[in-house]
């Protein structure tokens, strides 16, 4: 019997790739399946990215980088950052990591511990609760309510916090329900903030540039009260459709930067050199593909929110952000998760229980719209005749 160290035995995983093998098995198989399930766009990386890459190979970009990562791809970070948010940080407080993950992975594993409290969205990115047990620490779920719009509140989210606090997570444009919190809320939690100085704050804005409706994303990085003790995650897999590139980068205050950098010392080094140079291409290139890919993803939001309305049982608020909806599906008598696999096995159609994404998710499931309006319009074709069944 191998003793492996307890964390282990808590450790979860993300359900939407058990989904993706389960799809492609079928697919492998012969069934005509469509994905609604996985989060990521099916765009390819706008070409003078890949270009860039390719450069960065021939031009010999071979070795190690320095572990928080090459100066101007911190630099190129440095002045998006000021664009999007008026706020110069210093390519001092930049990591760039293996994707937006490692920024939670490294977050939990700093302030996670037995006796410590961290809160987390719920429903929210399963990954925030499977590494706050991967620590030991206590899981506490901040709820994320449908009649906020999938807003988290930030009375409800203060009210949370105790003496053990060591870490609050929030997440906006909010995965997996498309929710935007918006700025007075913002306003309100980082004001009540105040009251709790020794918690430290995680702010995955990795949905940052994907908003509708005007909406507006409001980083907490602009509240200069919470800079010593915030963490901002974000990367470049969902806005420049680069999910296989692994390319993260996050904001770390003052005091903690360099444990950080240590831990990447300790684990993966650096990122991918030439990976990096792409993501300068990202930041500094022309934005006309991700402009085009937002488009799309709007129309398909539309197209989705109306569909799914006119399917009895079926109710959709019209998400404000991300590329994912997330329907009430209660009125249907179904179990999320029976649901959700009972789409894919018999109607050949992708999606994900809302539970996979806390116990606030059942009577929810996530549909991501990262895929053609034909493919949409198809899918949902199959679930209004299945629940008609
Ligand atoms: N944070 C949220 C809210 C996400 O939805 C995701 C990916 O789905 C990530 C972080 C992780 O992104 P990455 O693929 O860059 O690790």
Redesign the pocket.
Known sequence: MLHTTPGFERIGEENAFAVLARATELAAGGMDVINLGI?QPDFPTPPHIVEAAVKALRDGHHGYTPANGILPCREAVARRTLATTGVDVSPENIMIMP???VT?FAAILMFGEPGAEICYPDPG?PIYRSMIEFTGATPVPIPVREENGFAFSADEALSLITEKTRLVIV?SPA?PTGGVTPRAEIEKFAAGLERFPGTAVLS?E??DSMTYDGEEHVSLLTFPELRDRLIV?N?W?KTWAM?GWRM?WSIWPDAICDKVRKLAVNCWSCVNAPAQYAGIAAIDGPQDDVEAMMAAFDRRRMLVVEKVNAIDGLSCRTPKGAFYAFPNISATGWKAKELASALLEKTGTATIGGPDFGILGEGYLRLSYANSEENIARALKRIGNFLAG
């Open positions: 989060g994707g937006g993950k939670m990115f997440n995965n995955d990795i949905y995650l990367g897999s999910t993260g």
